[in-house]
């Protein structure tokens, strides 16, 4: 019998899922009813944010985080190379550039240091940092901050892997990944491979009220309601568009689906630290390189990432026994737009990491038997 295939990720749906989102389409809204704000709310309890705006998924999450920082023709912006495009992308959308700085050798996270480097340079050269919780690894926020305050900078946080992460900061003080204490932003994603979905889906979190209602505009054209924000008011019908915004808005019936899956977003972080015990212990004498997770913080294992100078001959491999691996990722810098528009450039560790890694099987439903294949299969791959 041939075996069901295993993705490297994938979403689950609950009876209770399909309960939320049909009393959704059974309400009066199809589209921006209360499931916004009750979505918006709970999200931003979970990470410990004072603020969260729904948008239509992670990357107008980014693209309204870059247009509500001012970002503009001329300014330079530093991010990681390895990572999904959209984290550079958002900045290329506000008529910016973007630089890279290369990864830390363990976390696989924008390095600080390399940061610095690049500051230290030029130190007038750059407006924000958009640091990414590669893998669900959290970054060191509060060491960016410190970093991001001596050069004047902003910071986007791409928490897109970490809702649930933590790290303890210089104070030693846990803090949630997203919880706005030390960026402006933090942007999140709810496309079915991530911990919480919705299909499509993005969530924008805060510290910031300026920034919370600037957003809100932009999500929907520029355009507010609110009388208190109106330079005039000609009666009931009236609203004002007061900047360049998008429809970047978000239907009530994925934010029921996205909150539905929300209550269950602790139970599922835990089931995701168990599957990455198992393969810690399960892969330790195989010749791979296995994930490594900084002292004090705690990974969110949005994937589980090993390294292995076979990878190509290892992906086709589990591929004939259903086992879909997969690569995080092409570094940005070697996609032929990045090429075509910045020339072709090196990073030396992100280059390195890219040869190597693969992303092996890694969500909160995989079961102990799918489990036990793929580990069967990289023991039965390494003993060949
Ligand atoms: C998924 C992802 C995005 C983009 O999110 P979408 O919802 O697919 O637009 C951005 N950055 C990172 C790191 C991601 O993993």
């Known amino acids: 019998m041939a075996s069901s295939t295993i993705p490297y990720g994938k979403q689950q749906i609950t009876e209770d899922d399909i309960q939320a989102v049909v009393a959704s389409l059974q309400s009066d809204f199809l589209t921006q009813g209360p499931m916004v704000n009750e979505f918006e709310e709970a999200f931003a309890r979970y990470v410990g944010a004072r603020y969260a705006v729904a948008v239509a998924n992670g990357t107008a999450a980014l693209h309204l985080s870059t247009m509500a920082l ?44 390399r940061v610095e480097d690049l500051l230290k340079k030029n130190p007038k050269k750059y407006s924000g940092i958009i640091p990414v919780d590669y893998a669900g690894h959290p970054i060191q926020a509060d060491a ?64 910031d009220q300026k920034l919370y209602q600037r957003m809100q505009k932009l999500r929907t054209h520029g355009i507010t309601k609110d009388p208190a924000q109106m330079a005039r008011n000609d009666g009931g019908w009236f609203m004002e568009m007061q900047e360049l915004g998008y429809n970047y808005r978000i239907p009530d019936m994925l934010c029921a689906l ?30 791979v390189v296995l994930p490594y997770t900084a002292p004090d913080s705690v990974h969110a294992f949005h994937l589980y990432v090993i390294q292995t100078a076979q990878r190509r001959e290892l992906y086709d491999f589990l591929k004939t026994k259903n086992i879909y691996a997969q690569v995080h990722y092409i570094p940005v810098h070697q996609h032929p737009y990045y090429v075509e528009r910045y020339g072709k450039q090196q990073f030396e560790l992100s280059d390195a990491f890219y040869n190597q890694c693969l992303s092996i099987p890694m969500y909160h439903s995989m079961s102990d038997e799918e489990q036990t294949r793929v580990v069967g299969s990289l023991k039965e791959f390494f003993a060949r």
């Open 144 to 207: 960016f901050r410190a970093l991001a305050d001596r050069y004047g900078l902003w910071i986007i946080e791409d928490a897109c892997h970490a809702p649930g992460a933590s790290f303890l900061d210089a104070q030693k003080t846990v803090q949630r990944s997203g919880n706005g204490k030390y960026s402006e932003l933090s942007i999140f994603s709810f496309h079915p491979v991530k911990h919480i979905a919705s299909g499509e889906g993005g969530m924008i979190t805060t510290n």
């Open 258 to 287: 996205g909150n539905s899956q929300l209550k269950r977003a602790e139970a599922n972080f835990k089931r995701r630290q168990e599957i990455a015990k198992r393969y810690d212990h399960e892969l330790k004498d195989l010749p």
């Open 70 to 113: 001012n970002v503009k023709p001329g300014q330079r912006v530093i991010t990681s190379p390895i990572t999904f495009a959209a984290s550079a992308n958002c900045v290329l959308y506000c008529g910016g550039d973007v630089d890279f700085a290369d990864i830390d050798p363990k976390t696989y996270c924008l390095d600080l240091n």
